[in-house]
């Protein structure tokens, strides 16, 4: 399967930036979406097609995509974003995930 | 309101079957591609299976390949996953998700809840 690489965990400060990062090497030929995943529920749509944001999604998720990277962006990071997240990807016919972030907001 | 509901999970032993169902409501079923993700213990998201919105095309993850196969009944509003020769590692909470009439290269959107099923002697 299509291998995705995301970082384990990442640590922010409330109201500041977040990034997570998605890399795989052809995400520059496919589009990235992002999950988001908070303890004991089911994934939620946050971001697709590398940077539309669903309606319902706060504006200060956004996402972006550059060569073999994408990223995933928290503005101004509240408490309720802890949670995982998660990239999506499709290589041909077939998706793959990535191993999920961890995203904890101190 | 679109809503998916999933059951079927249960204790099954090793290399028994089970058939996962996910009854959908509040949007046009028939014209959309579905999918089932799973998700094992305190792991991450594994993308299992997906389907056309006739049913004519579908596509697997590697390691279920020739064990699970995915139907789906538009008269019924309801997908399926027959799970036989059932493994350990197959023990995951089973998601179904709606895909974009596009399909293939789109987004999972909304998610159900889940059922549960867990392989073990």
């Known amino acids: 399967s299509y291998e995705l690489t995301q970082p384990p965990s990442v640590s922010v400060s409330p109201g500041q930036t977040a990034s997570i990062s998605c890399s795989g090497d052809k995400l520059g030929e496919t589009y990235v979406c992002w999950y988001q995943q908070k303890p004991g529920q089911s994934p939620v749509l946050v971001i697709y097609?590398?940077?539309k944001r669903p309606s319902g999604v706060p504006e200060r998720f956004s996402g972006s995509s550059s060569g073999n990277t994408a990223t995933l962006t928290i503005s101004g990071t509240q408490a309720m974003d802890e949670a995982d997240y998660y990239c999506?990807?499709?290589?041909?016919?077939?998706?793959?995930f990535g191993g999920g972030t961890k995203l904890t907001v101190l | 309101e679109v809503q998916l509901v999933e059951s079927g999970g249960g204790l099954v032993q090793p290399g028994g079957s089970l058939r996962l169902s996910c009854a959908a409501s509040g949007f046009s079923f028939s014209s959309y591609w579905m999918t089932w993700v799973r998700q094992a213990p305190g792991k991450g998201l594994e993308w299992v299976a997906n389907?056309?919105?006739?049913?004519?095309?579908?596509s697997y993850v590697d390691s279920v390949k020739g064990r699970f196969t995915i139907t789906r009944d538009n008269a019924k509003n309801t997908l399926y996953l027959q799970m036989n020769s059932l493994r350990g590692d197959d023990t995951a909470l089973y998601y179904c998700a709606r895909a974009p009439p596009s399909g293939i290269g789109g987004w999972f959107d909304p998610w159900g809840l889940g059922t549960l099923v867990t392989v073990s002697s």
């Open positions: 389907i056309k919105h006739d049913g004519r095309e579908n």
């Open positions: 097609q590398d940077t």
């Open positions: 999506q990807a499709w290589d041909s016919s077939t998706a793959s």
